[in-house]
């Protein structure tokens, strides 16, 4: 969870924290509140945004299991298939003969 999604969820906590307070008051409208917070914070707290592959052709969803880094693409095949396509532009780059003037 990045530092901006972890504040939205702890202030988002603390809000409900203060309405269940009210709840246990007995108002009943911050019952109906403190459960929208906590849902609102668990999905936000569950959000993974990972969104699409990075590979161009591609538009498969990716997944994040919720350690280490963030996937860049859907399989090792799409990562695979970028590499070698920058490995060969970067070979046609160095070929290139360069002009001179005469």
């Known amino acids: 969870m ?3 999604r972890h ?3 702890c202030t988002l906590l603390r809000r409900a924290e203060n309405a269940a307070q009210d709840a246990v008051n007995g108002d009943q409208a911050a019952a109906r509140t403190t459960l929208a917070l ?3 914070a668990r999905q936000r707290a569950e959000d993974t ?3 699409i592959c990075a590979h161009p052709d591609c538009l498969n969803e990716l997944h994040y299991v919720g ?3 963030r996937p860049l693409y859907c399989s090792v095949e799409c990562r695979t298939n970028v590499y070698q396509a920058t490995q060969m ?3 046609a ?3 290139t ?3 001179t003037a005469a």
């Open 38 to 40: 906590v849902t609102d």
């Open 2 to 4: 990045n530092a901006t």
């Open 49 to 51: 945004g990972c969104g």
């Open 7 to 9: 504040i939205e969820v």
């Open 67 to 69: 350690r280490g880094r």
């Open 93 to 95: 780059l160095i070929r």
């Open 97 to 99: 003969p360069r002009k």
């Open 89 to 91: 532009a970067a070979r």
